[in-house]
């Protein structure tokens, strides 16, 4: 199947799963709903699968690509599919107990707002020092690098936001 046909099947694919998950959470489609949601989540990594071997074998004709890169997929994989079925079995668990109440939420959302502004003003002082830096000092900024500095960033935004949450958490129990 060429490239275009794939990403003509994924596109609506996922366009549709996203549509069922979260604008028709309420709506219980039954085990035909889940077998169907299943078939077409299976069906479109093994798309974006077949679409990633394809330009892998391009690189490693090119050998531009490091073998060991392509090793790393399948524990991913596995881990995605393992974190999916295990959330899918204790949310069947948990579906009638109270997950949060109204100051959970507002503790949470409190901490996401500042998880936000951290990444918000990170984001911010790259661009800034990007702008204004002359580019014989910005040779250490090659893509690779830049990944790691953006993947640094969104870690941190998520320690921030822990932080706050476990903070905020421990500050209100002590109040109360």
């Known amino acids: 199947m060429s490239r275009s046909r794939r990403y003509a099947v994924q596109i609506p694919l996922s366009l549709l799963a996203f549509y069922v998950l979260f604008v028709l959470p309420d709506i219980d489609l039954g085990w035909p709903g889940g077998l169907a949601m299943l078939a077409a989540a299976w069906l479109v990594w093994y798309l974006l699968w077949a679409s990633l071997r394809e330009s892998a074998a391009a690189a490693k004709a090119d050998d531009s690509m490091a073998p060991e890169a392509s090793a790393i997929g399948r524990p991913i994989s596995w881990v995605v599919i393992a974190w999916l079925v295990v959330m899918r079995v204790l949310r069947k668990r948990w579906r009638d107990t109270v997950e949060a ?48 500095l953006f993947m640094a960033g969104l870690i941190a935004s998520c320690l921030l936001e ?6 905020t958490c421990w500050l209100d129990r002590r109040s109360a």
């Open 101 to 148: 109440d109204e100051r959970d939420r507002h503790i949470e959302a409190r901490a996401s707002s500042w998880a936000r502004g951290g990444l918000s003003v990170f984001m911010l002082a790259l661009a800034v020092m990007f702008a204004f830096t002359p580019l014989d000092h910005l040779r250490w900024a090659r893509p690779m690098t830049l990944s790691n």
């Open 162 to 167: 822990y932080v706050v949450t476990g903070m």
